[in-house]
């Protein structure tokens, strides 16, 4: 039996789309897992992180960067392809003051709120449903921006 592919649509069904990407849903359920168990999502820690009252975030963080780092210039080395057999392709950024503004937003959002939008999921699944509120709050900020990206400074 012959698919036929639409313009704009791939060429897979509803349960071969969802049984390929099934691998990413058990990643992200074990991600949070990993975010609840290491105290990442704790609204106490991230506090403790912005008082530099603990060394515990800065910790975790700094062991993700330096594993994304090395696993970029394995990546890069070895010309690892990804899973569909695709080239992994790393472009440049320049920088421009928005990246200033928007990581101050950002970390000003991180600081009130004691969650960025990673562990956000995590604490919503762990009965912390006052974060529904920040991820509302955090899908709308994306959804202003999306509007107003032209006017902003780039």
Same mark, same amino acid.
């Given at each position: ?6 313009? =704009?649509?791939?060429?897979?069904? *509803? ?10 849903? +058990?990643? /992200?359920?074990?991600? /949070?897992?990993? &975010? ?18 603990? &060394?515990?975030?800065? /910790?975790?963080? @700094? ?9 970029? $210039? ?8 990804? +899973?569909?057999?695709? *080239? ?13 503004? #928007?990581?101050?937003?950002? #970390?000003? /959002?991180?600081? $009130?709120? =004691?969650?960025?939008? @990673?562990?956000?999921? @995590?604490?919503? @699944? ?8 920040? $991820? ?9 921006? =999306?509007? $107003?990206? *032209?006017?902003?400074?780039?």
């Amino acid at each position: 039996m012959e698919k036929i592919v639409e313009e =704009g649509k791939n060429n897979q069904t *509803d349960n071969e789309t969802f049984a390929a990407n099934f691998k990413y849903i +058990l990643v /992200g359920i074990l991600f /949070g897992i990993v &975010f609840v168990k290491s105290e990442v999502v704790s609204w106490f820690r991230i506090q403790e992180m912005f008082r530099l009252a603990s &060394f515990h975030m800065y /910790g975790v963080i @700094g062991t993700a960067v330096v594993v994304a780092t090395i696993s970029t $210039l394995i990546i890069k080395k070895f010309k690892i392809k990804t +899973l569909q057999g695709e *080239d992994v392709v790393f472009s440049e950024r320049p920088f421009h003051k928005g990246n200033i503004i #928007g990581g101050l937003m950002f #970390g000003f /959002g991180w600081a $009130l709120t =004691g969650a960025c939008p @990673g562990p956000m999921y @995590g604490l919503i @699944g762990s009965g912390f449903f006052v974060f529904i509120v920040a $991820l509302a709050s955090a899908i709308f900020g994306t959804y202003a921006y =999306g509007m $107003l990206k *032209d006017k902003l400074p780039h």
